[in-house]
């Protein structure tokens, strides 16, 4: 008898032949089915998969389990008795042909290829009778909801400020972002994507420079994240006021405007314009000294998306407070204090008369009024030294001589002459600049009826030739009578003397 080959060379080779591989078991169950749904599955962290595998026909003794991989990497995934993950259960817990098991809130670690497994025992062991094709999974992350960052403090308009967009946790690895502004496109610089070391995700951070304006109170920045897991673009806005701060412009004026009246109240406003944000402090002091002066304050929002505040302080002008500076410090935030000043200005009373009496209309009348006297007074005044230089003129061409009546012919004298009211006699009313003698006076008043008028009483002359001491004799005349007489001026004696000085008086005889 010839020997037999050993048995042990035949159960190598079941166990290293496919599961196609016609066996002694397959020999002897050929009506036993396992179908295993074929192609890769994709699906996205957090949905539930579900993993198909149904058997037919009679098979041996044995579980039919889930293993995750194939070779010396495979695990067991899940079996009739029980699964290693919660999130994996049999969709018929009764049935004896459907082994078709779903895995909730699949995660990236899911991905794999699965295998739908017979087993049947062999000498208290178990060995593989039949599998499936495997199925392999694709799983697929969503990125996160976008972050959007801003500056750390507020900035300026005019001043360049970086943004933020960041996402993570997605796959595959391809991601697009974009970037607008109010709806408009910006253009950014590709973005940043770097492995997440605890999964086999992906994260990604997109960052953009803006240029800060007054006007983007009311602006917005958009970042628009496009994966592959996605519908729809994810977004993020990010209202750009909350970057910006827009200084205030600071003002103080007067009501009413310029000096005033002691005891009058003046108002000083303190304007402070276009400032984003809203909260701002404003304090009023007095010559540098801060005050507790009441005021009120009302805050204003513009259609510009800024705001508009007044501060208002009453004063009584009273006149220790006559050039007292009143400032107003505004604060804003993140900033300096800005302040502006006004000045409180009395006014003067009028010196010609009660201020206190009178209100602006009367005080400019009355001001009319004293100009119009002032005018009056120098009109009169230019037309006074006008006639005294007319009359001077006069006088000037006119001899300079007395016209006198004669109260009586002297006694003395030689020559007659008839009675007549209207006989004029010269009087020479040199005083100081020579001294005629006696005989020149009575050769002039014999020839010319001249009369000498001395000015001193203590020079002597002849009996016949010297005036009389009575009342008739004048000692001065009175140079501002000008030709009293009607009668007709008789010329003085050509030529005179340089040094004689004539004037025409009146005499009244007695």
């Known amino acids: 008898m010839e020997p037999r080959p050993p048995a042990w060379p035949?159960?190598?080779?079941?166990?290293?032949?496919?599961?196609?591989?016609?066996?002694?078991?397959?020999?002897?169950?050929?009506?036993?089915?396992?179908?295993?749904?074929?192609?890769?599955?994709?699906?996205?962290?957090?949905?539930?998969?579900?993993?198909?595998?149904?058997?037919?026909?009679?098979?041996?003794?044995?579980a039919v389990r889930w293993l995750k991989g194939w070779g010396s990497g495979n695990r067991n995934f899940y079996e009739e008795k029980g699964s290693s993950s919660s999130r994996v259960t049999r969709a018929d817990n009764e049935s004896n042909t459907d082994f078709?098991?779903?895995?909730?809130?699949?995660?990236?670690?899911?991905?794999?290829?699965?295998?739908?497994?017979?087993?049947?025992?062999?000498?208290?062991?178990?060995?593989?009778?039949?599998?499936?094709?495997?199925?392999?999974?694709?799983?697929?992350?969503?990125?996160?909801?976008?972050?959007?960052?801003?500056?750390?403090?507020?900035?300026?308009?005019?001043?360049?400020?970086?943004?933020t967009c960041s996402a993570a946790g997605f796959f595959p690895r391809d991601i697009q972002v974009k970037w607008l502004?109010?709806?408009?496109?910006?253009?950014?610089?590709?973005?940043?994507?770097?492995?997440?070391?605890?999964?086999?995700?992906?994260?990604?951070?997109?960052?953009?420079?803006?240029?800060?304006?007054?006007?983007?109170?009311?602006s917005e920045l958009t970042c628009e994240v496009q994966h592959i897991t996605l519908g729809s673009p994810l977004r993020r806005t990010y209202a750009?006021?909350?970057?910006?701060?827009?200084?205030?412009?600071?003002?103080?004026?007067?009501?009413?405007?310029?000096?005033?009246?002691?005891?009058?109240?003046?108002?000083?406003?303190?304007?402070?314009?276009?400032?984003?944000?809203?909260?701002?402090?404003?304090?009023?002091?007095e010559n540098g000294t801060e005050t507790n002066m009441e005021n009120t304050t009302?805050?204003?929002?513009?259609?510009?998306?800024?705001?508009?505040?007044?501060s208002t302080v009453t004063v009584?002008?009273?006149?220790?407070?006559?050039?007292?500076?009143?400032?107003?410090?505004?604060?804003?935030?993140d900033q300096e204090p800005i302040s502006s000043t006004g000045t409180l200005r009395i006014a003067a009373p009028a010196q010609w008369g009660p201020s206190d009496s009178y209100t602006g209309d009367n005080k400019n009348l009355l001001i009319y009024v004293a100009v119009g006297v002032v005018c009056t007074v120098l009109a009169l005044l230019v037309i006074a030294i006008l006639y005294l230089i007319r009359t001077k003129q006069n006088k000037g061409k006119s001899s300079p001589s007395?016209?006198?009546?004669?109260?009586?012919?002297?006694?003395?004298?030689?020559?007659t002459q008839e009675s007549d009211p209207n006989n004029l006699t010269y009087a020479?009313?040199?005083?100081?600049?020579?001294?005629?003698?006696?005989?020149?006076?009575?050769?002039?008043?014999?020839?010319?009826?001249?009369?000498?008028i001395q000015g001193s009483s203590g020079s002597s002359s002849s009996s016949s030739s010297q005036p009389p001491a009575s009342s008739d004799n004048l000692t001065y005349a009175d140079l501002d009578m000008v030709h009293l007489s009607k009668a007709p001026r008789r010329p003085p004696p050509r030529p005179e003397e340089s040094s004689s000085e004539y004037a025409s008086v009146q005499i009244q005889r007695q």
């Open 10 to 62: 035949l159960l190598c080779l079941l166990l290293l032949c496919p599961p196609s591989c016609p066996g002694v078991g397959a020999q002897k169950y050929r009506d036993f089915k396992l179908q295993q749904s074929q192609g890769p599955v994709v699906m996205t962290t957090g949905e539930t998969l579900t993993l198909n595998c149904t058997v037919s026909g009679s098979g041996p003794i044995g």
């Open 100 to 163: 078709t098991i779903r895995i909730r809130d699949v995660h990236l670690e899911d991905a794999s290829t699965y295998y739908c497994v017979k087993f049947h025992k062999v000498n208290n062991s178990e060995e593989v009778f039949k599998r499936g094709e495997g199925t392999k999974v694709l799983v697929h992350a969503r990125p996160s909801e976008p972050v959007m960052s801003g500056p750390s403090r507020r900035a300026v308009p005019g001043q360049s400020v970086p943004f």
């Open 181 to 218: 502004k109010n709806s408009v496109s910006v253009r950014a610089e590709p973005p940043n994507i770097t492995p997440e070391l605890s999964s086999s995700s992906y994260n990604m951070s997109s960052t953009i420079q803006v240029v800060l304006r007054e006007d983007d109170v009311r």
């Open 240 to 285: 750009l006021r909350q970057a910006l701060r827009v200084p205030p412009s600071v003002s103080v004026v007067a009501a009413p405007p310029g000096a005033v009246e002691v005891n009058k109240t003046v108002n000083f406003t303190c304007h402070v314009r276009g400032f984003y944000p809203g909260p701002v402090t404003v304090t009023w002091l």
């Open 298 to 310: 009302e805050l204003t929002e513009t259609s510009q998306g800024l705001f508009e505040l007044k």
């Open 316 to 333: 009584q002008a009273g006149e220790e407070k006559n050039g007292s500076r009143f400032t107003c410090r505004v604060v804003h935030e």
């Open 402 to 415: 007395a016209r006198l009546h004669e109260p009586e012919k002297s006694s003395g004298t030689t020559t």
């Open 428 to 452: 020479d009313l040199n005083f100081a600049k020579e001294k005629k003698s006696i005989r020149r006076i009575i050769e002039l008043s014999q020839q010319s009826e001249y009369a000498c």
